[in-house]
């Protein structure tokens, strides 16, 4: 059975994207062959990731971001909860 993370993902909780759920499993992000700890939003299916621009910001407090094209792997780095059980048999 594959546990896979969702396409699109987002830690902005004004995102449509944001799923706390998901985000608590803890998502690892590989971009471009190199690991990356620095994501805000990814989606598998375009290429591409945000990250953000330094410590600047909008107008509105919201962190600038700069989006950058290119192969996206996605994981879940903890399993879920009820699969930790079924696992251990």
């Known amino acids: 059975m594959t546990d896979t993370p969702p396409d699109r ?4 909780p004004r995102s449509p994207f944001f ?12 971009f471009k062959g ?14 591409w990731i945000r990250v953000a621009l330094g410590k600047k910001v909008d107008r509105n407090g919201q962190p600038l971001t700069l989006k950058l094209s290119g192969e996206v792997e996605a994981w879940f780095e903890r399993p879920a909860e ?6 251990a048999d």
């Open 9 to 12: 993902l987002s830690s902005n």
């Open 19 to 30: 799923d706390e759920a998901k985000l608590s499993r803890g998502i690892g992000i590989r």
């Open 34 to 47: 190199k690991e990356r700890t620095d994501v805000e939003e990814y989606c598998r299916s375009e290429g």
């Open 82 to 87: 009820g699969e930790e059980e079924i696992a």
